[in-house]
């Protein structure tokens, strides 16, 4: 399996709506072959996340996982998950702070900081059809948001209140390692 080529911030799809997904077609090989290649992707570039815009394919199709990293020890570890045509339904009134980045940016990654509710409540299909409703909370609600925010077209540079908060990653792992 190969690492599929990510689209890169300034490529219209990315500022685009996605497409749902018709539920029938997560049984096609086609798109299941999709989702292994995102998955494989997400892993081999380091990201907790990835969604088929990022990939040029406008669907409303992500993948995300978490675990501990180099810069981030003190995660906890989410199994990986295939989220269809998610919808954040609930927002809490309580916001965090941030660094967020996104694979979009490769081959230069670049961070930010970025304010968003602490916690959410997320509906979404999953790569068998199944609806789940999930409420999450931390960095998970935030993977959560960056993700669908690419479904419909927003960057998470579109949420920067701080524009000095905008940094290459040299600078977000040293401002990192120092927590």
């Known amino acids: 399996m190969k690492v599929l080529p990510r689209t890169e911030f300034g490529n219209p799809i990315l500022r685009a709506k996605a497409k749902a997904v018709p539920l029938k ?9 999709l989702i292994r290649e995102m998955i494989f992707t997400m892993r081999k570039t380091g990201g907790v996340g990835l969604a088929a815009p990022q990939i040029g394919r406008s669907l409303r199709l992500a993948v995300m996982g978490m675990h501990p990293t180099k810069y981030r020890p003190y995660l906890e570890k989410r199994d990986l998950i295939v989220i269809v045509n998610p919808r954040i339904i609930e927002y809490s009134k309580s916001t965090k702070n941030d660094w967020e980045g996104c694979l979009s940016f490769a081959p230069k990654y670049i961070g930010a900081v970025i304010p968003r509710p602490s916690s959410i409540t997320v509906e979404y299909h999953t790569e068998k059809g199944e609806k789940v409703v999930e409420k999450a909370s931390g960095l998970w609600a935030r993977i959560f948001q960056h993700e669908i925010d690419h479904l419909n077209g927003i960057g998470y540079m579109d949420r920067i209140k701080d524009p000095k908060m905008f940094m290459t990653v040299n600078e977000f792992r040293k401002r990192n390692l120092k927590k």
């Open 25 to 33: 077609s997560l049984e096609t090989p086609e798109l299941k072959n």
